[in-house]
């Protein structure tokens, strides 16, 4: 079975005492969890160290980078290098985030080579996309979506690929309270999945996890993770308390 995920983005929130806290409490709950089902923390920078050797003797805990930059080293002052996350264990980073796009004008192109690092390093990307509200309204976010991909990740060989976490994201549904129905996600990851399969080939398409994110809480989990190519949640908001983010965890597949 796929693996199905519960991946927590803390985005700029929290200081490092509450975060230690949260992911104490969070551990502590001892959820169970079948080998198939991993939850994924997406930490701020300074805590991830921290966060890491928290989850250290825990086989379905991971703990994430939120980011990181598209060159390999240089002078990028503030920025964090693919590199630099591997040197302190890091496995996954979160990248092409709708608020990054927006807010630091990432291109798909820019992407492309932060995947093509990150791969380089054993560090698995969870690459996100979604469409904006227009193009929803406009019945366009099929191709949207598509572009997303094919201008970032169809320069991977299948065996890279193999590799992604996709987060499909509907920017209309992110920290708005508003949900895509349960229908519109699935129809929307069967697209993913579809052009995946088109471009990778079957195997390599039905082994990647394709996440949802967009306003996931505790109370609309387990309907939206029952589309068959929804293998679990990429969330914001609600991965912040405690009691929400383990009812999303319990709501795996
Ligand atoms: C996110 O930031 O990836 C996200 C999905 O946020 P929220 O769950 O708050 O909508």
Redesign the pocket.
């Known amino acids: 079975m796929r693996k199905q995920i519960a991946a927590a983005?803390w985005?700029m929130n929290l200081t490092y005492q509450q975060g230690e806290k949260l992911l104490d409490e969070i551990l502590k709950a001892k959820t169970p969890l079948d080998f198939h089902q991993h939850v994924i923390f997406a930490v701020p920078f300074p805590y991830l160290i921290m966060a890491n050797s928290e989850v250290a003797n825990e086989s379905n805990y991971s703990v994430a980078a939120q980011n990181c930059h598209h060159k390999k080293s240089g002078a990028f002052t503030g920025e964090v290098a693919p590199e630099m996350l591997y040197s302190i264990g890091i496995k996954y980073c979160?990248i092409g985030?709708?608020?990054r796009r927006e807010y630091f004008n990432e291109t798909n192109a820019q992407l492309a080579e932060k995947i093509d690092l990150l791969l380089g390093q054993g560090i698995q990307p969870i690459f996100?996309c979604g469409e904006p509200l227009s193009i929803r309204e406009a019945g366009s976010q099929n191709s949207y979506v598509e572009t997303q991909l094919a201008e970032s990740l169809f320069h991977l060989q299948p065996e890279q690929a193999e590799k992604l976490i996709i987060?499909y994201?509907p920017i209309w549904?992110?920290?708005?309270?508003k949900t895509a129905s349960a229908e519109q996600a699935q129809e929307m990851h069967a697209h993913i999945r579809a052009v995946l399969k088109e471009k990778f080939g079957n195997d390599i398409a039905d082994s990647i996890s394709i996440l949802y994110?967009?306003?996931?809480?505790g109370a609309n989990a387990r309907e939206i993770f029952n589309g068959e190519d929804v293998d679990g949640?990429?969330?914001?908001?609600?991965?912040l308390v405690k009691e929400e983010f383990i009812a999303i965890m319990e709501a795996l597949k």
Do not use: D, Q, R
């Open positions: 983005n985005k979160i985030h709708s608020e996100c987060a994201e549904a992110i920290g708005t309270g994110g967009g306003s996931v809480k949640g990429l969330v914001g908001g609600a991965s």
